[in-house]
């Protein structure tokens, strides 16, 4: 089967599309407060507890 590389002649580009690009990804947000990765522990108010 050969693979199209051009859309058709009759394509009409719908009117909610774009030709810019998305917008780049806001930055996550990092709680270092409650990570169970900072110390292998989860920490909570200053306590650590281990599962």
């Not at 050969?2 to 009117?15: I, L």
């Not at 990092?30 to 920490?43: A, N």
């Amino acid at each position: 089967m050969k693979r199209a590389t051009q859309r058709p002649a009759q394509f009409a580009k719908p009117a909610h599309w774009t030709s810019e690009p998305p917008p780049a990804p806001k930055p996550g947000k990092v709680d270092e407060d409650l990570s169970p990765t900072r110390y292998g522990d989860w920490v909570h108010k200053g306590i650590a507890i281990d599962f």
